[in-house]
Each structure stands twice: as structure tokens, then as C-alpha cells.
């Protein structure tokens, strides 16, 4: 089992966080199928008040001070912070930058890469909790990348198989899976996992710090 640094098992740190991420997935997908109330339960692309989207942040926070409380602080959380910080900046404004606009599938991969290049970013700054973040997220995406598969092969309604209004029309089944789905999940997902996780872990270590008052400065994790 991988390991963090003086022998923290990241599938033991991360065990619970994906089964309750794998749950509310499953619930996502049954409200979903009995057409629970749509203020909750979208059944189109986008948000959703119940989403695993909005775990990164609680988990982010939860893997921190774990990470913190077993001596794997990184050597300047102020420094992680200002990277996580970072991250959410190339986020929020790089999209923006280009004076034109990509179309399918040349937005997504746009869109891919800026995410990647966010998540890499904060790696730097704290490597313990970006291994846990990025161990996490593929735990929570690669159910949904299988769930998406059975969705779009039986056109079930859900968001799961929803596609975007530039999907170019007559597209077959493999390349909408792999574009929408398995690539999507895998690249796109999990680097905003990481990202979100990061931002929120790394400012809750900080505070933590800062209620402790003076501390040595601990060693850099592996």
C-alpha cells in the first residue's frame, strides 16, 4: 500500500472519505432515476446541490490536518497556500485570456489543460496532501467514469449521460464515452479535485498553525 512519507497508508487515510463520496453518488444517481425534486438533484450538465463536487473542499480540509497531526506539514504552509491560491487564479482568469473561443472537442482539451497545469501547481507546495487529494479524486471519479458508461449506452436522462449543445451531431458511442466520460472524469475532474482540495486544506493547515501559535519548522514531505 502506498505510503506517505513515515508510513501513513494513503488507502487507510482515504478509505471512509470514498465510500461516503461513492454514497452520495449513489444517491445522485437514484434521485436522479426517480426524478427526485430537480432543486437538488439536476438532471441536466451542471451544478447540483448533491454533487461529490462540493466534498473536495470538507476532504481537502479532513486529509490536511490529518496529514498535519502525523508530522507531514509541509515546510512552509504559507508558501503552499500562496500556490493553492495561485491555482485558483490561473482557474478563474486564464480561460478568459484567449480573445476567441474553442469548439468541440478543442474547448475541452483548452479546458483540461488549464485545470492540469492549476493542480500541478500546487504540488510544490505541499506534496503529502497532493498525492492524498490526487489518490481521492480517482477514487471518487473512476465510479462515475463506469456509471457513465452504462448511462450513455441506455440513454437514461441523467446528467450522466447528458451532452453539451456543441456535441457534433452523429458522433458514435466510443468517441462521446471517451470525450464526455473516461477522459473527462479521469483528466478534467480530478484536477479540480485536486485544486479545491488544496486551496481548502492548505489555508485550514495555516489556520491550524496559527491557533497553535509558534512551531518549529517541520521536515518536507516525501
Not at 479535485?193 to 491550524?208: E, K, N
Amino acid at each position: 500500500m502506498t505510503q506517505i512519507s513515515s508510513g501513513l497508508p494513503i488507502g487507510r487515510l482515504i478509505l471512509i472519505p470514498a465510500l461516503i463520496t461513492l454514497a452520495v453518488t449513489v444517491l445522485r444517481f437514484v434521485g436522479e432515476i426517480k426524478q427526485w425534486s430537480p432543486n437538488w438533484f439536476n438532471h441536466q450538465m451542471g451544478l447540483s446541490v448533491v454533487a461529490i463536487l462540493w466534498l473536495a473542499p470538507f476532504f481537502g480540509v479532513y486529509f490536511a490536518l490529518r496529514l498535519q497531526a502525523c508530522g507531514q506539514q509541509p515546510v512552509s504552509v504559507w508558501g503552499a497556500i500562496g500556490l493553492a491560491i495561485l491555482a485558483a487564479l490561473i482557474v478563474l482568469f486564464l480561460p478568459g485570456l484567449l480573445p476567441f473561443k474553442f469548439v468541440f472537442p478543442g474547448r475541452l482539451l483548452y479546458g483540461w489543460s488549464i485545470l492540469v497545469l492549476a493542480a500541478a501547481v500546487t504540488l510544490p507546495g505541499w506534496p503529502a496532501l497532493f498525492k492524498t487529494m490526487l489518490a481521492y479524486a480517482y477514487a471518487a471519479r473512476i465510479p462515475i467514469a463506469i456509471l457513465m458508461f452504462f448511462a450513455m449506452r441506455n440513454n437514461l436522462g441523467t446528467h450522466y449521460d447528458a451532452v453539451p449543445r456543441d456535441l457534433p451531431a452523429g458522433i458514435g458511442f466510443w468517441p462521446k464515452y471517451l470525450w464526455l466520460a473516461f477522459f473527462a472524469q479521469l483528466i478534467y475532474w480530478v484536477a479540480t479535485t485536486i485544486v479545491m482540495g488544496m486551496l481548502f486544506g492548505t489555508i485550514a493547515a495555516g489556520v491550524a498553525r496559527l491557533a497553535r501559535g509558534p512551531v518549529g519548522a517541520g521536515s518536507s514531505p516525501a
